[in-house]
């Protein structure tokens, strides 16, 4: 039923089971003097930047006995602490961060500034070259640590989260704008197409959920559902941050401006910033609801999803015109804006978050970085058959054996040819003679050609013989008989006769008189050569024939190589796209978990120093002497650990602080900001940039360069934690500062007050609890008192008997004491309209120039703001003669 206002205006229903919930957070950083002590491990990170060098520490305090300026409290016990991080010392045997929980900054900054002075007196007593560059650039490192140093300590790590949510309830439709109007004379009749279409986005109807408590799933929703299009909102906004962007179990975070401890009230500056943020998202979601839905009464047919439906509309008056209006139905939207919970924050910065998932990402592009055209580098002159050092067979072999091929072996020297024939008798006249030719293998020429020649002559003195070489000089004249030779044909007394002939060498020879003749010509070949010696006494380089075999056998190799490589690369290939599709067909929920577990861990090494590892090397070796499985890490599997005493003792070391971490932080609200790629080492850039996944967020976290991390702490370990902290993340050796504990005191206080959290699932029947806080201000003047007190209010109106009251806020300050006058007490009765009675007042409280407030929390928690949205919907308003000029 519809509910009227105090004008009596019916008010439409608003439809709280229908309530959608986006949660949210506004983070404070709080503004606070630095501490006089604390802050161990900021001052050990500052000595190690030091680089201290071997007897430096106490050369610097030798420096500053003998200065005239204040050595500023430079003890000896702090020099002697100093001298145990020179660069002799091991980095296990150091002091831990807690050294230096009581050791005062300007303590610490007066030995950088002398070790600075001291660094640069020796880098000016040395000429230049490279030992002076070296000392100069350790004189720019205690600079820059000892500014640092004054950066570091001067910002406070605790801040405050509020813990919120948006409730965004359905409110009933109001008329929207005009969509169409059509206008009939009396008794005009005419057909009206309604068209309905929605032009969708996917950026905003694609709605993935990364909660990590549900299952993860992709679906595509109504335009109209405004709390998925203020999530896709968030999410459209987190992509376009190009300072950081936010990670963590909170989708909708937003910063307020740095400011001491205070109310967080719907007054506060928080609470303001909060409600500027969330309108700001709320109103986009529902212009881009608004865009992305349209109505139109026309008869023009488009291509798309759509909706048509046709009627009738006749005029019945035979006299008076008519007027048909249509209006679209915008659904309404109640959004509020609650904050239900105060935690304190821990800040912290962590290099590389996404270290351990670039590892994959890694591989992949060493695999891909194989892949390529084959090239054979092997050259020519390496296939020998000479056996290498090293080696015991030739090394073409090797180079087969290595590509797997089969090659031939070098080509043996041919035999010389040569020949011995007999020659015709001549009588009468010169005649020539040419025997077969010499077959000069291929690849081959002649080197040396020698003849020997045997004949007789003609009988009679008169008739002797002669014998003539064709093409040499070469005459034997008027001889009777004998043996000649031998003459070497190529030698220069012969012209070099047929010297480096190939293929086929014909000698022809010229006679007469002769009787009984043979002729023998032998020859020495040599392989041809391709790149001659410049000295002709020594062989060639190369031949043909070498040249040929080498050529034959690196063709061999290449094959086979080629073959081996499309191998190896259809393998490699294989492997990236078994490790692409391992890397991006991950559910959302998973890719969520891994990246949570990668902060926790950075965390972790943070926190507890460098000399913390998750499994110590010790044990590491007593589970390799036990046969462990440390690859697939199935080590504890059996009915026995196989661990001693002294092994399991190390597994332990950390097990009180590991255990100690998880309880007092709140893994599911730590807000992650995570920044770009250039706040890691230049080297990485490069690769960290090219970075690449399908899902937003996971390549956000691939390429942070770094992350700052806001720890939650959970409630009831405020204390703890700050003591932890501020005591070098080891222990607690001494008490922290006392405005850091009252900080954290005064966030669980207010907790304690404002939030009393979700009812238990079966509460006693006097359990008092409402879903909405209901609040009234009082002017009284009271005092202290362990009596009930009635309290007069401008409305008693909502408030419950047993219910729990806070009173006065938590700005202000009993002058008399300096402690916050805010109190929570129990409501005993409600004598009426403008009264309550509280069983007692633990603070004096003035309403006579301010009021102060008395509220009732409610378990949804405070709410900070409230304001309407509209989206569209389906629903179209008719009405005939509608008075358009009244802007309805």
């Given at each position: ?438 077959e000069v293998p291929e690849g081959y ?151 949570s577990e990668e902060i926790m861990k ?16 010790e044990v590491v070796d007593a589970f ?265």
């Amino acid at each position: 039923m519809n509910e009227s206002d105090a004008t009596g205006v019916t008010v439409p229903p608003v439809f709280t089971g229908s309530a959608r919930e986006v949660p949210k957070a506004t983070l404070v950083q709080l503004r606070l003097p630095a501490p006089p002590a604390g802050q161990a491990l900021i001052k050990s990170a500052y000595v190690r930047q030091l680089g201290l060098r071997p007897d430096e520490a106490h050369a610097v305090r030798d420096h500053l006995r003998h200065a005239d300026e204040v050595s500023g409290d430079v003890s000896d016990e702090l020099v002697e602490l100093l001298a145990q991080f020179e660069q002799r010392t091991q980095p296990s045997l150091m002091p831990p961060p807690s050294a230096f929980v009581d050791i005062p900054v300007p303590a610490l900054k007066a030995f950088g500034d002398a070790l600075i002075e001291l660094r640069q007196r020796q880098a000016g007593q040395l000429a230049d070259g490279p030992t002076r560059g070296l000392a100069e650039q350790d004189v720019r490192g205690a600079v820059v640590a000892v500014r640092g140093l004054l950066a570091n300590t001067q910002a406070t790590p605790l801040g405050m989260l509020n813990l919120e949510r948006l409730e965004m309830v359905p409110a009933g439709l109001e008329r929207g704008e005009l969509i169409a109007t059509i206008p009939l004379a009396p008794l005009e009749e005419t057909a009206v197409s309604h068209k309905e279409w929605s032009v969708r986005s996917k950026e905003f109807t694609s709605i993935v959920t990364d909660s990590l408590e549900t299952v993860s799933e992709t679906g595509v929703t109504d335009n109209t559902e405004l709390s998925q299009s203020t999530s896709s909102q968030a999410q459209h906004s987190n992509q376009f941050n190009v300072t950081a962007t936010v990670a963590g179990g909170i989708p909708v975070i937003n910063g307020s401006a740095q400011s001491g401890f205070s109310s967080q009230d719907s007054k506060s500056q928080s609470a303001t910033d909060s409600t500027k943020h969330a309108t700001s998202l709320t109103k986009k979601a529902s212009s881009r609801a608004k865009q992305e839905h349209k109505v139109t009464i026309s008869t023009t047919t488009v291509t798309g999803s759509e909706e048509t439906s046709t009627r009738v509309l006749k005029n019945p008056s035979q006299v008076a015109a008519m007027r048909v209006d249509y209006f679209s139905l915008m659904r309404k939207w109640r959004v509020r804006l609650y904050r239900y919970g105060l935690r304190l924050t821990y800040d912290l910065v962590i290099p590389e978050p996404g270290a351990g998932l670039r590892r994959m990402h890694k591989e992949l592009a060493d695999l891909k970085n194989q892949l390529g055209p084959f090239q054979f580098g092997l050259p020519h002159a390496e296939i020998t058959d000479a056996v290498l050092p090293g080696e015991t067979q030739p090394h073409y072999r090797v180079l087969a054996e290595r590509y797997g091929a089969v090659v031939p072996d070098p080509p043996l020297v041919p035999s010389a040819p040569q020949f011995s024939v007999g020659a015709p008798s001549q009588d009468e006249g010169w005649h020539i003679f040419t025997p077969d030719p010499l077959e000069v293998p291929e690849g081959y020429r002649i080197k040396t050609l020698t003849m020997w020649f045997a004949t007789t002559s003609k009988t009679g003195d008169e008739n002797k013989f002669s014998f003539k070489v064709l093409g040499t000089p070469l005459y034997v004249k008027d001889q009777t008989q004998g043996e000649f030779g031998p003459f070497e044909l190529t030698s220069t007394a012969y012209n070099k006769f047929m010297l480096h002939a190939t293929g086929k060498v014909y000698i022809s020879f010229e006679m007469i008189n002769n009787r009984n003749t043979t002729i023998r010509v032998a020859s020495e070949i040599e392989p041809i050569p391709t790149q001659p010696d410049p000295d002709p006494t020594k062989p060639a380089h190369s031949d043909r024939i070498r040249d040929k075999w080498q050529s034959d056998v690196w063709n061999l190799l290449r094959d086979a190589a080629q073959t081996q490589y499309y191998e190896r690369q259809q393998d490699i290939a294989t492997k990236a796209a078994a490790l692409q599709e391992q890397i991006e067909q991950v559910d959302t929920l998973t890719l969520r978990r891994e990246e949570s577990e990668e902060i926790m861990k950075g965390v972790l090494r943070f926190l507890l120093g460098p000399d913390f590892a998750f499994m110590p090397p010790e044990v590491v070796d007593a589970f390799v002497k036990a046969r462990v499985d440390l690859e697939h890490g199935i080590g504890f599997d059996e009915n026995g650990l196989g661990l001693d005493a002294t092994a399991w003792a190390t597994v332990r070391e950390h097990e009180d602080v590991v255990r100690f971490i998880n309880q007092a932080i709140e893994w599911e609200n730590v807000v992650t900001f995570l920044y770009s790629y250039f706040w890691d080492v230049p080297q990485s850039w490069n690769f960290i940039r090219r970075l690449r996944h399908p899902d937003a967020n996971r390549q956000a976290f691939l390429r942070s360069g770094s992350a700052r991390v806001v720890l939650t702490v959970r409630k009831g370990w405020e204390e703890d934690w700050v003591r932890f902290a501020e005591g070098g993340f080891k222990s607690q050796p001494t008490t922290p500062n006392s405005q850091y504990l009252t900080i954290a005191r005064e966030i669980a206080a207010y907790d304690d007050r404002n939030y009393p959290g979700i009812p238990p699932a079966n509460p006693a029947r006097t359990a008092v609890r409402l879903e909405e806080a209901v609040y009234a201000t009082s002017k009284d003047v009271l005092g202290k008192t362990a009596n009930p007190v009635t309290i007069r209010v401008d409305s008693s109106k909502d408030f419950l008997v047993g219910a729990q009251v806070v009173i006065d806020s938590a700005d202000k300050t009993d002058p008399a004491d300096g402690r916050v006058v805010q109190e929570s007490q129990i409501i005993t009765a409600i004598p009426d309209a403008t009264r309550i009675t509280v069983a007692r007042l633990d603070r004096a409280h003035d309403g006579s120039v301010t009021p102060f407030a008395v509220l009732q929390p409610g378990t949804k928690g405070a709410l900070i703001a409230e304001w309407n949205e509209y989206t569209p919907s389906s629903g179209t308003d008719i009405e005939i003669g509608s008075d358009l000029g009244s802007g309805v």
